[in-house]
């Protein structure tokens, strides 16, 4: 009989005895091995579901968890395929089950015993071969965040990232990263993004704070997460041990120095008397257009933003003159 | 003291030198506070520049066609803060002639702002397929994509971080307690009530995350 097996990539080491015991059974066992993504990975997967005989989901708090697997039992229960559950790892509750696979009898195999086996045997038996393929198909599952060929793709591309492009890679790689199966993948994608020549900073911020999550969360458990983190930072250079050169040294570096700090500051008075003073009007406040009129983000009740957004690439001077003939128009219409 | 000089553990310090010493810790203060003004600068033209268009969307409310022509030519130009504001102006001209369709070309043009990275859109669609509208359906999953933009867009307020908070406590992230631990610490320190609020609720943060 050919099987699919659905499990969470943490749960690998139990899968594969799991597989080793149904292939000495007599039967045929895919399940997804490779590290790759992207949707013709997904293609591949749902084209062994609607293939497989007889769908096994291997039940782990982890695989519970998983968008992935969850996308795929699914859709093997509208296939019209057996789903056989077994319990592999954890104390799972059947009330904590989707209620579809709470119906299902499934079997303990977390002590893989002959006694197990032979259950284990029986239930594949039982449940038999899956009937023809219901017509239409039902629609494919979309690929899960986790599997990120996608990702990969775009985050390898030469061609320069925009921001708006650059922020809905950092939300894909935020949800990818709920999705147990790839973490470490999504840890190395992050880093490859940060190693971008474009990226820019408000997006690099958003992505070490990612990292620091990643490391601090669930995923700090991962004995890979200390490889996903940044380059540790350089230790700052130690000053020369030796006091005896610095100490013959002194009355140079006093007068050097001297000379030094006086033309930064010099430098620093100028550039403050070069540059362009600062307006002391006190700034209005935008005009509340909040109340039932207002859209449903009330922005103009908000406090500021912590960062000036984005102008489409405008200009200081840009700005001051639209303002500046915003406010002409504004004098000529009263 | 000898002279014009100091003695301390055996190195001579000229009084040149304590001034210079006094210019080594100040000039580099001096740099650093011509930065600050430098960059305060920036911020203010963006502050003018973002009034400038708000008494704009003002004006154009009050029902000036010169100020709704400016506001629609700014936004077709494609400067995001007013395609927000042209949104926000079709998305109050619903209640009156227009209806649906005002609705539909104020998620058109908060669309475009969000889309070129400017966060108050991103809120004010989060804000939308949150609580839906007459001709939106609720959509959770949009909504959280909406905040999760909002706060990457640099929006980042007390309501930016609470709505993200519970849009991620909602759509069963729960196991993402720090983040929404953090969030939610980050807002209630403003004393914002609705921060507050699911923080130390039964029914929200705890619920999920514990005490």
Redesign the interface.
């Known amino acids: 009989m050919k099987i699919f097996v659905s499990y969470s990539r943490h749960d690998s080491a139990r899968v594969n005895t799991l597989q080793a015991d149904l292939v000495v059974l007599g039967h045929e066992v895919w399940f997804d091995r490779e590290l790759t993504g992207g949707q013709a990975w997904w293609d591949e997967i749902l084209r062994q579901i609607r293939e497989c005989e007889l769908f096994v989901f291997a039940l782990s708090p982890r695989s519970l968890?998983s968008p992935a697997c969850d996308r795929e039992w699914r859709y093997a229960a509208a296939l019209g395929k057996g789903v056989l559950p077994i319990l592999i790892e954890g104390d799972l509750s059947v009330g904590l089950f989707p209620p579809q696979l709470a119906g299902l009898q499934y079997i303990d195999y977390r002590e893989q015993t002959k006694q197990a086996a032979l259950k284990l045997s029986r239930a594949v038996e039982k449940i038999g071969v899956a009937g023809p393929l219901p017509q239409p198909l039902p629609p494919p599952p979309d690929v899960p965040l986790s599997y990120l060929g996608g990702l990969r793709e775009t985050i390898h591309t030469a061609q320069a990232l925009s921001?708006?492009e650059q922020?809905?890679l950092?939300?894909k790689l935020?949800h990818a990263l709920?999705e147990e199966r790839d973490s470490k993948e999504v840890h190395d994608l992050i880093r490859q993004f940060l190693d971008r020549d474009d990226i820019l900073a408000?997006?690099a911020d958003?992505l070490k704070q990612l990292q620091t999550?990643g490391r601090?969360?669930?995923a700090a458990a991962d004995p890979t997460a200390d490889r996903a983190g940044l380059a540790a930072e350089p230790s700052p250079p130690t000053p020369a041990a030796d006091p005896a050169p610095a100490?013959s040294a002194?009355?140079w570096f006093?007068?050097k120095?001297?000379w030094?700090?006086?033309a930064?500051?010099l430098?620093?008075?100028l550039?403050?008397m070069c540059?362009?003073p600062?307006?002391t009007e006190p700034?209005?406040?935008?005009?509340t257009?909040n109340g039932?009129?207002?859209?449903?983000?009330?922005?103009?009740?908000?406090?500021?933003?912590?960062?000036?957004?984005?102008?489409?690439g405008?200009g200081?001077e840009q700005?001051?003159q639209?303002?500046k003939?915003?406010?002409q128009?504004?004098k000529?219409?009263q | 003291m000898t002279g014009d000089s100091y003695r301390l553990r055996g190195l001579r310090i000229t009084r040149l030198g304590v001034v210079t010493a006094w210019l080594a810790v100040l000039s580099p203060s001096v740099v650093q506070a011509q930065a600050a003004v430098g960059a305060e600068g920036a911020d203010q033209v963006d502050v003018d520049f973002e009034n400038a268009l708000a008494r704009l969307h003002q004006a154009a409310q009050a029902g000036h066609l010169a100020a709704r022509d400016k506001l629609a030519a700014l936004a077709h130009q494609g400067i995001p803060a007013a395609q927000f504001r042209l949104g926000q102006l079709h998305y109050e001209s619903q209640a009156g002639a227009g209806g649906d369709r005002g609705l539909a070309e104020a998620i058109a043009w908060w669309l475009k702002a969000s889309s070129n990275g400017y966060g108050r859109a991103s809120m004010a669609l989060a804000n939308l397929y949150d609580h839906g509208e007459a001709g939106v359906a609720a959509d959770a999953e949009r909504a959280l994509h909406y905040y999760e933009l909002t706060v990457v867009q640099g929006w980042v307020n007390p309501t930016s971080q609470t709505r993200l908070a519970r849009a991620l406590l909602r759509n069963g992230q729960g196991k993402d307690c720090t983040r929404i631990g953090n969030l939610l610490r980050a807002a209630s320190a403003t004393g914002f009530p609705e921060a507050l609020q699911l923080l130390n609720s039964d029914a929200g943060y705890k619920a999920l995350c514990g005490p």
């Not at chain 1, 859209?295 to 912590?306: E, K, L, S």
């Open positions: 968890e921001f708006p922020s809905a950092v939300i935020r709920h408000r997006v958003e999550e601090s969360g669930p100490k002194s009355r006093t007068h120095f001297a030094a700090a006086g930064a500051l430098l620093s008075v550039v403050s540059s362009e600062t307006t700034t209005t406040t935008a005009p257009t039932t009129s207002s859209p449903p983000g009330a922005p103009a009740t908000n406090p500021a933003p912590a960062s000036p957004a984005p102008t489409s405008l200081s700005k001051k639209i303002a003939d915003i406010d128009l504004l000529e219409t």
